[in-house]
């Protein structure tokens, strides 16, 4: 089992910044990938990006790529969403998420709320 827990959201100002942490404990030697996800109100649940742990193979939405950065610190078994130029619509519950073998992701954090201003 994997366990994940989020931290880092907030409020913040359109146009600022934040960066989330996810840090993993249990057996984490069985994931391959760790991701971001998020869900705004009356929305569904979107991908976000996500990595192997190396930092060698990333994704990133449309809407994430050149504003979100997803890296990972394998010393610490953490996954961060450095989160720049964030708008209103940006505002969402965002979830970490780890897979294993597995092509979905089947292991879910608790989510932390992003809140941006106008």
């Known amino acids: 089992q994997v366990q994940l827990v989020e931290s880092g959201g907030g409020l913040v100002q359109a146009g600022g910044s934040l960066r989330l942490s996810c840090a993993a404990s249990g057996r984490v030697l069985s994931v391959y990938r760790m991701g971001w996800f998020r869900q705004a109100p009356g929305k569904e649940r979107q991908f976000v990006a996500d990595t192997n742990w190396s930092n060698s193979i990333k994704s990133y939405a449309d809407f994430a790529r050149g504003r979100f950065t997803i890296s990972t610190a394998n010393a610490k078994n953490t996954v961060y969403l450095q989160m720049s130029s964030l708008q209103p619509e940006d505002t969402a519950v965002y979830y970490c998420?780890?897979?294993?073998?597995?092509?979905?992701?089947?292991?879910w954090g608790q989510g932390t709320q992003v809140t941006v201003s106008s």
């Open positions: 998420a780890a897979r294993g073998s597995a092509t979905y992701y089947d292991t």
